[in-house]
T-cell receptor, first 114, second 116 residues
């Protein structure tokens, strides 16, 4: 079974631009979560989607948004990029809505904002 | 709010020596506990999890962890490390609250450096 696939792996953007990151979960997985990883703040929860509905959202500004499609693929968007948005963005999937299911992570998209 | 403390940011150890990576959490409710490993330029991989039952949990690659409810700890151990265990290790917790919502709270990570 293919793992969680995130595209692109690397991205360089300029302040003020917007960016869209993509995540394809493991086949059959319906829940997708997004995390931001930075050296200073560590791993922080962005949001979780299940069956195209956002079920939970972390403490991030409204510039960060996401969506999930009917095939469970997910995208996250960051508008008006700031230097502090430079990070590794990780997507994770689980089969269902259970809160005790371990997350299966992709290799991430490394975003650099200049 | 949940918090997870990994007491050591870096742990250097010689190959074939034992190692313990410490993790404490703060929660007033029952929790699920996880350890993940991250190799350079990769995502996180699950090492082991505690959901219920036996407090000693065995995971992949020879790792194990012990859940101690009274001390709110979930320390990770390996009796003999290899060079290939060099990586960053994250402890994570989620509440056993069936709200239908789920977000893991991660610790800040411990970098395990195995030296020959």
């Amino acid at each position: 079974k293919a793992g969680v696939t995130q595209t692109p792996r690397y991205l360089i953007k300029t302040r003020g631009q917007q960016v869209t990151l993509s995540c394809s979960p493991i086949s059959g997985h319906r829940s997708v979560s997004w995390y931001q990883q930075t050296p200073g703040q560590g791993l922080q929860f962005l949001f979780e989607y299940f069956s195209e509905t956002q079920r939970n959202k972390g403490n991030f500004p409204g510039r960060f948004s996401g969506r999930q499609f009917s095939n469970s693929r997910s995208e996250m968007n960051v508008s008006t990029l700031e230097l502090g948005d430079s990070a590794l963005y990780l997507c994770a999937s689980t089969p269902g809505a259970a809160y005790n299911s371990p997350l299966h992570f992709g290799n991430g998209t490394r975003l650099t904002v200049t | 709010a949940q918090s997870v403390t990994q007491l050591d940011s870096q742990v250097p150890v010689f190959e074939e020596a034992p190692v313990e990576l410490r993790c404490n959490y703060s929660s007033s409710v029952s929790v699920y506990l996880f350890w993940y490993v991250q190799y350079p330029n990769q995502g996180l991989q699950l090492l082991l999890k505690y959901l219920s039952g036996s407090t000693l949990v065995k995971g992949i690659n020879g790792f194990e962890a012990e859940f101690n409810k009274s001390q709110t700890s979930f320390h990770l151990r390996k009796p003999s490390v290899h060079i290939s265990d060099t990586a960053e290790y994250f402890c994570a917790v989620s509440d056993q609250v069936d709200t239908g919502r789920r977000a893991l709270t991660f610790g800040s990570g411990t970098r395990l450096q195995v030296q020959p």
